[in-house]
């Protein structure tokens, strides 16, 4: 089991930028169920959108189309700990945002087995 605590959300202006923290706690099987760990978000009435994923050794990132170039996903030291630095930040990047973790590659809500609880962005024009 890992449970994950998300940090970072508010509000910011359209053009502006935050920064999302997760960390994972999952004791000493954290490095496995917590393999890869990402970023989704979602709006009222959709399902949970792929933002980012980037696996342990923080070597691999993997970015939704909609973000690539304005987001960054990276993990800390510590390893558990992972951000996403969204940049140039646009009224439609409104949403609650979810960390993920998994011991694979996951880009479908389905599919991930580990989520925090959110935190709201909400970006004005």
């Known amino acids: 089991q890992v449970e994950l605590k998300e940090s970072g959300g508010g509000l910011a202006q359209a053009g502006g930028s935050l920064t999302l923290t997760c960390a994972a706690a999952?004791?000493?099987?954290?490095?496995?169920?917590?393999?890869?760990m990402g970023w989704f978000r979602q709006t009222a009435g959709n399902e949970r959108e792929f933002l980012a994923s980037i696996n342990w050794d923080g070597d691999g990132q993997y970015y939704a189309d909609s973000v690539r170039g304005r987001f960054t996903i990276s993990r800390g030291p510590p390893k558990n700990t992972v951000y996403l630095q969204m940049n140039d930040l646009k009224p439609e990047d409104t949403a609650v945002y979810y960390c993920?973790?998994?011991?694979?590659?996951?880009?479908?809500?389905?599919?991930?087995?580990?989520w925090g609880q959110g935190t709201p962005v909400t970006v004005s024009s």
């Open positions: 999952g004791g000493a099987l954290t490095n496995h169920f917590a393999n890869f």
């Open positions: 993920s973790a998994d011991r694979t590659l996951r880009t479908t809500q389905a599919e991930v087995h580990y």
